[in-house]
């Protein structure tokens, strides 16, 4: 290999590290929020709020920067393929806590309040606390998944046991790579470990139109919590007026559900990015005086943020109307 043809490969290994490291959207520039950070600061992202603010506005585009956030819940997923239907109804619909689903605006908790939950301990290796790649030891007990001695035929005649891999790669994976990303069974889960867990209210204003649910979370715990989280949050709409015929508007990262006065009106279900507006609720009516919109986002390792809005009947967005944390 010549001279120029080492320095033409250099500069050109090198141009496509900086591509990968670039943010591709339309104006080429990165945007540093959009990595993670853990030694981020927590006031970058959220004003902490008194528990009787003046009443705040969607901003210019009708989103809901408002918000009165638990701290999360842990919930250590190694993934989030499994975001089903029903396992998000079953996990974001658990009372971890009592008064978590009140409806009674009055008995809201406040900026401050703690609450003592019983949840998963975070697991002790892996990215975040995530058994790291392989999901922990390979099913099927000791030497599942060992390779021949190099050069040892398997004996005449003898099949390979049933289920066990070929060649010598741990079940669940490539040498036991992504805990069962690239085929196989995972390995038995055993039940988790639990721990009691303080958790503190805090009503927050966002500056961004995305709430940083990951910032958050980090940001409350010393950098402590990042993935595998389930968050609640609620705001309260306040209309001088019944608003029939609107939409609620969300995104999340990844998914969430959402209730509005205590019905639920709208589920993003499975492995998703955040984006605006990714989904639409059914007609309701925002009556005249305080309405309760809450939320629960689940999320395994990843960012975690959300965003929310209403439309009009007309396909306007809303914004007639102000937002307390009480």
Same mark, same amino acid.
């Not at 008995?107 to 790291?132: C, H, M, N, Q, Y």
């Not at 009516?285 to 390792?301: E, F, M, Q, Y």
């Given at each position: 290999?010549?001279r #120029?043809?080492?320095?033409? !490969?250099?500069?050109?290994m090198?141009t496509f ?7 591709t959207?339309?104006?080429s520039?990165? @945007? ?17 709020i008194k528990?009787d603010?003046?009443? *705040?506005k ?5 989103? =809901? /920067? ?5 701290e999360?819940?842990n ?9 089903s ?8 619909t ?9 409806? @009674? =605006?009055k008995?809201l &908790?406040? $900026? ?5 939950? %019983?949840? %998963?301990? &975070? +697991? *002790?290796?892996?990215?975040g ?6 999901g ?8 599942a998944?060992?390779? /021949? ?12 046991p ?12 490539f ?5 069962g990303?690239?085929g196989g069974?995972? *390995? ?5 470990? $639990? ?6 209210? #805090?009503?927050? @204003?966002s500056?961004?139109?995305n ?5 958050? *979370?980090?940001? $409350?715990?010393?950098?402590?919590? +990042?993935?595998?989280?389930i968050?609640?949050?609620f ?11 609107? +939409? ?11 209730w509005?006065n205590? %019905?639920? =009106? !709208? $589920?993003?279900?499975?492995? +998703?990015?955040?984006?605006?507006? @990714? ?7 925002l009556k005249?005086?305080?309405n309760?919109?809450?939320?629960a986002? =689940?999320n395994? &390792? ?5 965003c929310v809005r ?17």
């Amino acid at each position: 290999m010549n001279r #120029h043809f080492k320095l033409i !490969l250099a500069v050109g290994m090198a141009t496509f590290l900086i591509g990968c490291g670039s943010d591709t959207g339309s104006n080429s520039k990165i @945007d540093p929020q959009r990595y993670a950070n853990r030694n981020v600061d927590f006031d970058q992202y959220f004003t902490e709020i008194k528990a009787d603010a003046a009443p *705040a506005k969607p901003d210019e585009k009708g989103f =809901i /920067r408002r918000w009165t956030i638990i701290e999360p819940i842990n919930k250590p997923n190694s993934g989030n393929s499994g975001f089903s239907d029903s396992y998000i109804l079953a996990e974001l619909t658990k009372e971890y806590f009592k008064g978590q689903f009140t409806n @009674d =605006i009055k008995a809201l &908790p406040k $900026t401050g309040d703690k609450v003592i939950v %019983e949840t %998963e301990a &975070p +697991r *002790a290796s892996g990215r975040g606390g995530f058994g790291g790649f392989g999901g922990g030891a390979p099913a099927g007990g000791p030497g599942a998944g060992q390779a /021949r001695p190099q050069g040892q035929a398997r004996p005449q005649g003898q099949a390979r046991p049933q289920g066990a891999p070929q060649g010598g790669a741990p079940q669940g994976g490539f040498g036991g790579f992504g805990g069962g990303m690239m085929g196989g069974a995972p *390995a038995a889960a055993s039940a988790p470990a $639990t721990i009691k867990d303080t958790l503190e209210w #805090h009503s927050v @204003d966002s500056k961004l139109f995305n709430i940083k649910l990951i910032r958050f *979370a980090q940001g $409350t715990s010393n950098g402590q919590k +990042r993935y595998g989280l389930i968050f609640n949050a609620f705001t309260v709409i306040n209309c001088d007026q019944d608003i029939p015929n609107v +939409r609620l508007a969300a995104g999340s990262n990844a998914s969430s559900i959402w209730w509005l006065n205590g %019905e639920k =009106i !709208l $589920t993003l279900q499975a492995d +998703r990015r955040m984006v605006a507006d @990714d989904g639409m609720s059914k007609r309701v009516t925002l009556k005249k005086g305080k309405n309760l919109l809450r939320g629960a986002v =689940i999320n395994g &390792p990843g960012m975690s943020d959300m965003c929310v809005r209403f439309y009009n009947e007309d396909g306007t967005i809303l914004k007639n109307y102000t937002v307390t944390n009480n």
